[in-house]
């Protein structure tokens, strides 16, 4: 009985590393009706309390975040811009456990810089309704499901036809597969660039069979910590549950869509490394950031602060002005300016 213990308190440590918080389920996510939370600091999904500053580290961004509820990241959101000709609107989604503005601090403006409408929402939080800072933590189809209206009202906004898509972690993969697969996003989405995204699902270094095996003997697991907290995803995304299979059965990609999945060799989060990829085929490009740049040491979490990660995404968003990619080491720690 004190192994099980021990194991228990092994899962409840994976739960509680992204956070949990109150409920909201819906039996059938639908667009009108998708379920979930919205938190009141991001109403409608967009960020409500103005923008957070540039910042160039995941941790530097959780900072700011921290103090600051509902920020926006730098040039995201002006659902006045009009996209350039040739390009689309770009949504940017974050992944399990992130708002929008520590996702996508260092992205976003440099994507306005590069002549991009950017969007970004957050929905789902976990540790508070009031909050958003560990958004996209409950079920993924109700997060798929708010989405689809999201990207309605941005095609609406700047009179496109499609949108592109760049996504981290659930955000690449996961959750954007599942608006694609069942809420219409195949008539909508033009590219889907995913950052280290969960295509296939997390083996957590090995231990998804001991997760299931731990919920047999504690269903409460599953039941309190993760239902009854909003934190569906965790179990949804790990290697062979339920929600993969089913995402996954008959048709992962869609001939209509390019798909490029960027991960790295230490990602220790989705595990191996290459369940990021999707199947080969003529629309798809799997790469790592070390293909391009040996040197390259991000991991998972701070994957949307690598200049490598953001040359190699404008490339793909943008293939027939693809330019060689500047590989440089940069540090993926504190700086100054990320402590002000």
Not at 103 to 119: H, I
Not at 230 to 241: R, V
Request: charged letters at 15%; glycine letters at 10%; a negative charge.
């Amino acid at each position: 009985m004190k192994v099980r213990a021990k194991l228990f308190a092994i899962v409840c440590g994976f739960a509680l590393s992204f956070g949990y918080g109150a409920a909201a389920q819906a039996a059938e996510p639908t667009i009108d009706n998708p379920g979930g939370i919205e938190a009141s600091t991001s109403p409608g999904g967009v960020p409500a309390n103005g923008y957070g500053p540039d910042r160039h580290t995941f941790v530097g961004a959780q900072i700011v975040s921290g103090r600051t509820a509902g920020l926006n990241p730098l040039g995201a959101n002006d659902f006045d811009c009009k996209p350039n000709a040739g390009t689309n609107p770009v949504v940017l989604i974050p992944g399990t456990g992130n708002d929008a503005y520590t996702a996508w601090a260092f992205f976003s403006p440099r994507l306005k810089q590069a002549g991009y409408c950017v969007y970004t929402f957050n929905y789902n939080p976990s540790t508070n309704p009031q909050k958003d800072t560990a958004s996209f933590m409950g079920d993924i189809r109700q997060s798929a499901a708010f989405m689809a209206g999201f990207v309605d009202r941005v095609l609406a906004a700047t009179g496109s036809e499609k949108i592109d898509i760049i996504g981290h972690s659930q955000g690449g993969g996961a959750l954007p597969r599942a608006y694609i697969k069942w809420y219409g996003g195949d008539t909508k989405v033009d590219k889907l660039i995913g950052l280290v995204p969960s295509n296939t699902g997390t083996t957590m270094m090995g231990m998804q069979k001991l997760i299931r095996q731990m919920i047999t003997w504690f269903p409460d697991i599953e039941t309190t910590m993760l239902n009854g907290h909003n934190s569906q995803s965790l179990l949804q995304q790990l290697a062979d549950s339920q929600f993969m299979n089913d995402l996954n059965e008959t048709q992962m990609t869609y001939p209509n869509i390019t798909y490029t999945v960027i991960s790295t060799v230490y990602d220790t989060t989705i595990t191996p490394y290459k369940r990021s990829f999707l199947p080969e085929g003529p629309n798809v490009t799997n790469m790592k950031v070390q293909d391009v740049c040996p040197i390259d040491a991000h991991g998972h979490a701070n994957m949307t602060y690598d200049e490598v990660a953001l040359q190699l995404s404008l490339n793909a968003l943008n293939p027939a002005d693809a330019k060689p990619v500047n590989c440089m080491w940069i540090p993926p720690y504190l700086t100054a300016d990320d402590l002000q």
